[in-house]
């Protein structure tokens, strides 16, 4: 399959004039589109299925189709991805999210399941999981076998991020918000979501890792915060002195992220540090002018293997960003390319992106 490099430097030429920038050796990557790319999952406004909490026929993905998380299972890509039910004309989080599923055997033509794997029910969650439904999944897998799934809560109050944990990614238990018994639940209502798990590779596949014999994960926006569990359900998050959440990754005017940083896919525990891929908002009167403002681009950041709150090197020019068609229209026209999966996958690395809020892409590079 012919390919094109995907853009790293914010420009006005068409792909694959540009290539990502050599930053830093630490980097993943370089990354490449295929030629003529197109998005790899769109909507389908037949898929339907009763709701267990309506008992109404829902068109569970009528509306969009991104967000992407990924795994490997067997010999399969599995891509479990935000799946929105169009509700009337409501915007952007007035309709209603699930986690449908996918599965490919290259990484690029995926079969949907006709039914969401994940989804709102008459369960100890709905309250935190209904009317809005549960968004924006990462997953990672332990070297026992068990997947770990992180997603957005979004009752239309407070969006809180939760944890469950599947054998079969198909049934799933629900554990709740992660910050939930922490210190009498003191981040219990706060404002949380995309929780990136650091993994690393481990006879050739990637599983949850441990550091200083603790799990670590990457959250949150408009800044990047840090938090550590010891079993992946109950997690503790970095402080400062004061008792007060330490960011560590923020915005930089100046810069392609000068609006908003946010995790992405699950980071990668390498011989330099941890790599962490992350997505960044640009706001173009203090960042950069040639992106516009609200656009969604990727980012890569470097922390010490040791020390996971200690960035080291961090990149100057976004990795990717929105150049084609159905990565700038859609529900958000300003264009993203949102990153949130991330496998290893026959030596080659599949990015599994979401694309304006409203498909899913992919791109790949050389382990």
Not at 187 to 199: D, L, P, R, W
Not at 204 to 226: D, E, F, Q, T
């Amino acid at each position: 399959m012919k390919k094109t490099l995907v853009v790293a430097i914010v420009g006005f030429c068409s792909i694959g004039l540009f290539g990502q920038t050599e930053e830093g050796d630490w980097m993943l990557g370089p990354f490449y589109r295929a030629e003529n790319a197109q998005p790899i999952l769109q909507k389908d406004s037949t898929s339907t299925f009763i709701d267990p909490i309506s008992q109404e026929t829902a068109r569970w993905e009528s509306m969009a189709t991104f967000n992407p998380a990924a795994i490997v299972k067997g010999d399969s890509i599995y891509v479990l991805y935000r799946a929105e039910e169009k509700l009337g004309e409501k915007e952007i989080g007035g309709h209603r999210s699930r986690i449908g599923m996918a599965a490919s055997a290259n990484g690029f033509a995926f079969t949907k399941r006709p039914r969401p794997v994940f989804y709102p029910s008459q369960d100890n969650q709905k309250i935190h999981e209904w009317p809005g439904g549960v968004e924006d999944p990462r997953i990672v897998e332990t070297e026992e076998g068990l997947y770990v799934l992180t997603y957005t809560q979004w009752n239309r109050k407070v969006p809180k991020l939760a944890v469950a944990t599947s054998r079969d990614l198909v049934n799933w238990q629900k554990h709740g918000p992660v910050f939930q018994h922490y210190r009498d639940g003191m981040y219990h209502n706060a404002e949380t979501k995309s929780g990136a798990i650091v993994t690393q590779i481990k006879d050739g596949r990637l599983v949850a890792a441990k550091i200083n014999g603790k799990y670590w994960m990457y959250y949150g926006v408009p800044h990047v915060w840090l938090a550590s569990s010891n079993n992946l359900i109950e997690w503790e998050p970095v402080e400062n002195y004061e008792g007060k959440l330490a960011p560590v990754l923020s915005p930089r005017p100046g810069y392609f992220d000068s609006w908003l940083v946010e995790a992405g896919p699950p980071p990668l525990l390498t011989d330099k540090g941890i790599v962490v891929l992350y997505n960044a908002g640009n706001s173009q009167n203090i960042g950069v002018k040639a992106l516009g403002n609200r656009v969604y681009t990727g980012g890569q950041a470097l922390f010490d293997s040791n020390e996971p709150w200690k960035l080291i090197d961090r990149v100057k020019e976004p990795f990717i960003q929105p150049e084609l068609p159905f990565e700038k229209s859609g529900q958000y026209k300003d264009g993203t390319t949102f990153l949130e999966g991330l496998v290893l996958f026959k030596e080659t690395w599949y990015l599994y992106y979401g694309t304006a809020d409203s498909m899913v892409g992919v791109v790949t590079a050389k382990e």
